[in-house]
């Protein structure tokens, strides 16, 4: 399940820590905006409590998740230890692992059709806890990638508020490989605006200094913090 990180040592790790944070800051200062604005979420998926630990170590606090099974297996114990660790889930979540996911995840960024969205209303109604909820618009409109498409942003929203009534804290999105990302991070911006949203989870190790600059206030970085993954 866990693939071998490169240089865990907690001193690499601290590094690499303040390295991503210096840049962060560095980008939101350039773009007129305060760094503490900003959540630098450390996508830990396939890597396990060796490469992880250091990083607790340096003060990271918040970490990113793809896979509901997998965090489950690595995350009560080391949120036991550590309780003021924050989970996100930034993968895509079937409806049947979603009592599993709101036992681990503060955050889903990844909402993207009305079967999860009314799955996490009728768990509401049997008194599980919401967690925050980012919807995932898939900017590129990329038939294999989940999402709701940019056109129909507007009304999904509509009906998570409105039908729903699930607060939405958050847009997100991931860019395709080989196009310009800051014309999705623009895009979803947008949506955001128009809609009252207030944050926005966009970027990666490739390109967070650019969704900082363009409105980011979730930054999800993976392997500049952890290494290739194996």
């Known amino acids: ?109 990844t909402l993207d059709r009305e079967k999860l969205a009314l799955a996490l209303v009728k768990a509401r109604e049997k008194g599980k806890a919401m967690p925050r909820l980012f919807v995932q618009v898939n900017t590129g409109e990329e038939k294999q990638k989940a999402g709701v498409m940019p056109q129909e942003a507007d009304a999904f929203l509509a009906r998570c508020r409105e039908d729903w009534q699930l607060e939405i804290e958050g847009l997100m999105c991931i860019p395709p490989a080989d196009e310009e990302p800051a014309l999705h991070f623009a895009l979803i911006d947008k949506i955001a605006r128009r809609n009252g949203v207030a944050k926005l989870s966009m970027g990666m190790s490739g390109d967070f200094e650019t969704a900082v600059r363009l409105g980011a206030t979730h930054v999800r970085v993976g392997s500049a913090l952890f290494g290739a993954r194996g």
Do not use: C, Y
């Open 1 to 109: 399940m866990t693939g071998a990180a490169r240089d865990t040592s907690p001193g690499d790790a601290a590094s690499r820590l303040a390295d991503i944070r210096g840049r962060i800051e560095a980008a939101a200062r350039e773009a007129g905006r305060d760094p503490r604005d900003v959540t630098l979420v450390a996508v830990s998926k396939t890597f396990g409590e060796e490469a992880i630990l250091p990083l607790i170590g340096a003060g990271q606090r918040v970490f990113g998740e793809n896979r509901v099974q997998e965090a489950a297996a690595k995350w009560p114990a080391l949120r036991t230890r550590f309780p003021d660790i924050e989970l996100h889930l930034i993968g895509p979540l079937q409806t049947n692992k979603l009592d599993d996911a709101l036992a681990l995840f503060d955050v889903f960024h």
